[in-house]
T-cell receptor, first 115, second 112 residues
Framework: GENVEQHPSTLSVQEGDSAVIKCTYS??????FPWYKQELGKGPQLIID?????GEKKDQRIAVTLNKTAKHFSLHITETQPEDSAVYFC??????????????FGTGTRLTIIP | DGGITQSPKYLFRKEGQNVTLSCEQN?????MYWYRQDPGQGLRLIYY???????QKGDIAEGYSVSREKKESFPLTVTSAQKNPTAFYLC???????????FGSGTRLTVV
């Protein structure tokens, strides 16, 4: 089955600086890669996702890049703000491959923005 | 508004008792999932269901049971066979994994 590794497990950055979180996956058939943000005591929220036919996607201060050859994808947050402090999870799935329709999650990165 | 609702938010259970966590969604999603999250840890899959009256075990199904009698509902029972049930439980639903999940706000279960 799929295995997703996520690094680093903790990350502290100064407010205004950029943060980068990296994930690698093992299943070459995976084609959907979402990122979730989990605030304390809440459920994870989807913040951005990317599909295998795209190399990069941006949404304001957040961007995700995908390298299918190397089987890794990354989350980039620019101009970080205190409200970006949270736990971030990457995930991967085969999408419509019936019988494998579930996400495999990374172990999470606790991001702390230092004012 | 469409969404996914978990109840209760906090739950206390005595050792040896079964307890059922509720998960309801009005998003018309076919697939539903249950995850367990321990402090500072990631998400571990307990059970998932892709269609009514069908469900599959996840990575840590021992000591848990589920049912899927209605599309909107996917309750999780934590049985007395679960040795370490204290955790944060998250329910999620999706059209398909290709579109990601919508998560509920979680139930924090504590064994006293």
């Amino acid at each position: 089955g799929e295995n997703v590794e996520q690094h680093p497990s903790t990350l502290s950055v100064q407010e205004g600086d950029s943060a980068v979180i990296k994930c690698t996956y093992s299943d070459s058939a995976s084609n959907y890669f979402p990122w979730y943000k989990q605030e304390l005591g809440k459920g994870p929220q989807l913040i951005i996702d990317i599909r295998s036919n795209v190399g990069e996607k941006k949404d304001q201060r957040i961007a995700v890049t995908l390298n299918k050859t190397a089987k890794h994808f990354s989350l980039h947050i620019t101009e970080t703000q205190p409200e970006d402090s949270a736990v971030y999870f990457c995930a991967a799935s085969r999408g419509y491959d019936f019988g494998n329709e579930k996400l495999t999650f990374g172990t999470g990165t606790r991001l702390t923005i230092i004012p | 508004d469409g969404g996914i609702t978990q109840s209760p938010k906090y739950l206390f259970r005595k050792e040896g008792q079964n307890v059922t966590l509720s998960c309801e969604q009005n998003l018309n999603h076919d697939a539903m999932y249950w995850y367990r999250q321990d402090p500072g840890q990631g998400l571990r899959l307990i059970y998932y269901s892709q269609i009514v009256n069908d469900f599959q075990k996840g990575d840590i199904a021992e000591g848990y049971s589920v049912s899927r009698e209605k599309k909107e509902s996917f309750p999780l029972t934590v049985t007395s066979a679960q040795k370490n049930p204290t955790a944060f439980y998250l329910c999620a639903s999706s059209i398909a994994a290709a579109y990601g999940y919508t998560f509920g706000s979680g139930t924090r279960l504590t064994v006293v």
